[in-house]
């Protein structure tokens, strides 16, 4: 059975940072891209960074580029997402999230192709 469970969530003013973890059970976590998405009240849930098998290449969503920093630890089975400068529009549910191929070449943003999500963890950021 494959769980995904988040931690770290919170509320913070803003310009302050918190770091997320996702830790992962029930899959050879080595051998998947990752995800965290982020689900803000009203609106549909987005893709917030990604980080692949393998070489560990990432990307981000433009709106949280150069605050965030996703990153994995293969021995702990455990995915990060450090988050800096953190603004009130950052507020938002955030998921983790484990691509359904094993081994996919190619790190996606898109919210299908993942099979696999967390529970949430809710980040508040106030002004």
């Known amino acids: 059975q494959v769980q995904l469970v988040e931690s770290g969530g919170g509320l913070v003013q803003a310009g302050e940072s918190l770091r997320l973890s996702c830790a992962v059970s029930g899959r050879t976590f080595r051998m998947y891209n990752m995800g965290w998405f982020r689900q803000a009240p009203g609106k549909e849930r987005e893709f917030v960074a990604g980080?692949?098998?393998?070489?560990?290449?990432?990307t981000y969503a433009n709106s949280v580029k150069d605050r965030f920093t996703i990153s994995r630890d293969n021995a702990k089975t455990t995915m990060y997402l450090q988050m800096n400068s953190l603004k009130p529009e950052d507020t938002a549910v955030y998921y983790c999230?484990?691509?359904?191929?094993?081994?996919?070449?190619?790190?996606?943003?898109?919210?299908?192709?993942?099979?696999?999500w967390g529970q949430g963890t809710q980040v508040t950021v106030s002004s």
């Open positions: 980080i692949r098998w393998g070489n560990g290449a990432t």
């Open positions: 999230a484990s691509d359904s191929m094993a081994f996919r070449a190619v790190l996606t943003t898109t919210r299908g192709a993942y099979d696999y």
